[in-house]
């Protein structure tokens, strides 16, 4: 694995039940995104980009998923739920689908702030991660990167 | 007025012929009728009154914490019993959790030997145990964990008091796990861990 500079632009997280952690992998999340996307070429609305995935049991209380976007840093963070029995029931190359999708979701939620869009290119963002999710192997790539 | 250097009389006629110019100038003023200092006074009142209302105004728009019954029985306010069933709510329900490095790499140590203050983490690796009772979002806004390329993995939900409990026995066992032994120093309490608890 190579090293990541602590101040980048993409952050990866999770919040994940232990009983799912080590079934999912964001590793290849992670470095992917990190090479593949540069957000300075989509405008200067969006500096940085934290985004968590949430798999959480159903019964859950106190996580739940949030977005916010600060436009005086110019940083988006936003967390969205994977349903905790379709993670249970799926198998490693669908699990992986639902990452990518949640994913692409969080990057949709970022048209809910007006201020961002006016400044910043989202949908080019989304269509550039689509085509790094679309490259075949390119979990696999990154996990062995 | 030292500087006249005048006899006591002199000096007192000296000082009527430097008042009287003064004393021409305003010739109504004294200190029992300055008109200027009643306005002073006039405005600090009502600003004070006016505090004064509004106060009491607030005061009155507060909801009691009790409403009464038909039957005259006093029984907590809906806004209070709602308050206090959320509070009693977050008691209950809690998580204990940990904090683990998502890649291998560099992690900031709060009690590594070293002056570098940091240490290698293999990828599912403890960094820190903590317990909340609040959403996390809240317990690190910004996905600000106090360090980078980290997974907040939930491990046990109670109420505050069972988490708090899971928590310390957790810290205080960390030297025990195989990936505290297999290093070259012996960490007592988890690298993101500041204190016992």
């Not at chain 1, 990190?34 to 859950?60: N, R, S």
């Not at chain 2, 910004?142 to 957790?170: D, H, Q, W």
Request: contains cysteine.
């Amino acid at each position: 694995m190579k090293n990541l500079p602590d101040e980048r632009q993409i952050y990866i997280s999770g919040r994940l039940w232990y009983e799912i952690y080590p079934k999912m992998d964001i590793a290849p999340f992670i470095f992917a995104l990190h090479e593949g996307i540069d957000l300075g070429k989509y405008g200067a609305g969006l500096k940085k980009f934290y985004f968590t995935f949430l798999v959480m049991p159903p019964d859950d209380k106190v996580l739940a998923p949030y977005q916010h976007y600060s436009t005086k840093k110019q940083e988006a963070d936003i967390s969205v739920r994977i349903p905790y029995e379709q993670v249970v029931n799926a198998t490693e190359p669908a699990l992986i689908v639902l990452m990518e999708q949640a994913y692409l979701q969080g990057i949709e939620q970022l048209k809910s702030y007006a201020a961002l869009m006016r400044s910043f290119d989202v949908e080019g963002l989304k269509r550039d991660v689509e085509k790094i999710f679309k490259t075949e192997g390119w979990y696999e790539l990154a996990a062995a990167a | 007025m030292k500087h006249y250097q005048l006899d006591t009389d002199t000096e007192t006629q000296a000082e009527q012929k430097l008042d009287s110019p003064k004393k021409l100038e305003h010739p109504f003023q004294s200190p029992q009728s300055d008109p200027q200092k009643a306005w002073y006074f006039f405005g600090l009142l009502m600003v004070v009154s006016f505090g004064v209302w509004m106060i009491s105004q607030m005061s009155g728009e507060k909801k009691s914490p009790i409403v009464f019954e038909k039957n005259g029985e006093a029984m907590l306010a809906p806004h209070r019993q709602e308050k206090l069933n959320k509070e009693l709510e977050e008691i209950e329900n809690a998580i204990q959790y940990s904090l683990r490095a998502s890649i291998d790499g560099y992690f900031p140590c709060h009690t590594c030997p070293d002056s570098t203050r940091t240490i290698y983490l293999y990828k599912g690796q403890v960094w820190r145990y903590g317990s909340t009772r609040k959403e996390e979002n809240e317990r690190y806004p910004g996905g600000n964990y106090g360090a980078s390329n980290i997974v907040f993995v939930p491990e046990f939900r109670g109420t505050i008091a069972e988490c708090l409990r899971m928590e310390k026995i957790k810290i205080y066992n960390y030297p025990l796990l195989p990936e505290a032994r297999a290093r070259e120093f012996l960490l007592a309490i988890p690298p993101g861990n500041k204190i016992d608890n």
